[in-house]
């Protein structure tokens, strides 16, 4: 009975160690999350932001009637203490497909496409299907997310920088099963305007890049601005992505997936943007076409746009409220975010930029275009999927270790001897074989989950928190561990 003791002893002064020793790490990141946080004015409610969200770095431009306005915060680099400025560079995101969209209304414009054409037009290869059946989808389709493909396709974007990823795309892509038929219903998926990229290639004859940056970065003096192959022409200015682990930001190089080029890797500053949010609202030195392209991206044709929400519409790359004449757009990578909005009848605009994908932008641009508007400025709200993940899995990780120590003292200590009545001996097993059948299911569906959800483990790998993996091979040990010990349990029993 001693070594019994001593054994709970062991155990009991492991994980009482274990969480101090957890708590001690994390008491900072727990504090500033749960903390009210200064929102006095916009310098403390970025900061504050950025805290509650672990975002290392942020750069945003406001402009109003012209007036245009920098501020940038934190770190372009924290292991080199680097910090955030004006030429600093960041990934787009998904507000990358406003640009694709321009790209398609100036060639349409031009006479090289319309609307209304195939996507079998230009590319016989592509062959989608409903409900078995061969699908047509339309260019128009796809600006506005109403093709039908469903939005899990972005896991078949195959990863790489050679020129040949997007054809790769394209291809995996082709012969999909959709969930809606054709133009019934909105359902965001990147890998429309990855689609879009390719015919932009099929009807000019060069890259997708190229062409964007020839007809759209350029004439609007964009010249920082660039698309991100693998092959980055201004490393030194590029800000480091990161990414959440433990409610802290850790450096991520994520992997680069030059596949979906054309919906999320432009690659630019708050400088050029200032002229892309101005060109928007007209202002500025704009080429009569690129102008007169532009107005049509914020007309939202309701017959075929995308239908989001109550009088919001997704059209030409926006998120379009046509009686508030506001466009907007969020812009999610693995490690970079962004969000841009525009309210054309004011000419008041913003667009945020971070090196963490989180929902800082989001949260610090609407607060901005409420605060030039004289609103006061909304508190963090704790919807952050990304944050909230992280620490629900991160507490999942400590219970599973706790699991896991226990259960590894338990299995080191199988030589204590306990004496059973042949009852008490028959209920166990019941319970035992219970628990064994609990804990196999659990085991299963650690496993497989992902899969349910369309997704996979590769998919979780790159967008979520490490806490989750972490927690699903910890998950996985501790199962394991408890079955191993309930066989033997039975068998000294």
């Not at 896991?155 to 019934?184: C, F």
């Not at 299911?441 to 496993?447: A, F, P, Q």
């Not at 369309?454 to 408890?482: E, H, K, T």
Request: glycine residues 6%.
């Amino acid at each position: 009975m001693g070594n019994f003791f001593r054994t709970k002893k062991a155990i009991s002064a492991s994980i009482v160690l274990l969480i101090v020793i957890i708590i001690a790490g994390c008491w900072q990141q727990l504090g500033t999350l749960f903390t009210v946080g200064k929102y006095g004015d916009v310098d403390e409610m970025v900061e504050t932001i950025m805290t509650k969200t672990a975002t290392p770095g942020v750069a945003m431009v406001s402009s109003k009637q012209g007036r245009t306005d920098f501020k940038v915060y934190g770190f372009a680099d924290v292991d080199q203490q680097k910090e955030v400025n004006e030429e600093s560079l960041f990934e787009l995101g998904s507000t990358t497909k406003a640009f694709t969209a321009l790209a398609i209304i100036l060639l349409k414009e031009e006479g090289y496409l319309a609307y209304s054409d195939y996507v079998s037009d230009y590319l016989p290869a592509f062959a989608p299907t409903f409900k078995g059946e061969k699908a047509n989808i339309t260019i128009n389709q796809l600006l506005a997310h109403t093709s039908g493909i469903p939005s899990w396709s972005i896991r078949l974007i195959p990863e790489g920088t050679t020129s040949e990823t997007l054809g790769n795309t394209i291809h995996k892509i082709s012969d999909i099963a959709l969930d809606t038929y054709p133009g019934t219903e909105y359902q965001y998926a990147t890998v429309n305007y990855d689609i879009l990229a390719m015919i932009i290639e099929k009807v000019t004859g060069i890259s997708y890049q190229d062409y964007v940056t020839q007809n759209v970065l350029l004439p609007l003096g964009m010249t920082d601005s660039y698309f991100s192959t693998g092959q980055e022409q201004k490393r030194d200015q590029l800000s480091r992505g990161y990414r959440v682990f433990f409610g802290k930001s850790l450096a991520y190089d994520a992997p680069r997936y030059y596949g979906n080029i054309a919906a999320g890797y432009l690659v630019s500053n708050i400088k050029d943007l200032a002229r892309w949010i101005n060109a928007q609202m007209g202002i500025g030195d704009i080429p009569d076409d690129l102008r007169k392209a532009i107005l049509q991206s914020h007309e939202a044709d309701l017959r075929s746009a995308g239908y989001e929400a109550e009088g919001q519409y997704y059209s030409y790359g926006w998120s379009n409220e046509p009686a508030t004449r506001m466009i907007s757009h969020t812009g999610s990578n693995p490690n970079y975010s962004s969000h841009v909005m525009i309210n054309l009848e004011r000419q008041e605009a913003v667009f945020v930029l971070s090196n963490l994908n989180s929902t800082a932008p989001s949260l610090i641009a609407q607060n901005i275009y409420e605060n030039m508007n004289g609103n006061p400025i909304t508190p963090f709200k704790y919807d952050d999927s990304n944050i909230l993940m992280d620490g629900v899995f991160s507490f999942l990780v400590l219970l599973a270790v706790i699991s896991i120590i226990v259960k590894a003292v338990k299995l080191a200590g199988a030589n204590i001897q306990i004496m059973h009545t042949k009852r008490s001996r028959r209920r166990k097993r019941i319970g035992t074989g219970i628990y064994l059948f609990l804990n196999v299911l659990l085991l299963i569906l650690i496993l497989i989950w992902p899969y349910l959800i369309n997704y996979n483990y590769y998919m979780i790998s790159v967008w979520m928190s490490y806490s989750v993996l972490l927690w699903m091979g910890l998950a996985a040990i501790s199962c394991v561990l408890s079955v191993i010990a309930l066989v033997l349990d039975e068998m000294f029993a």
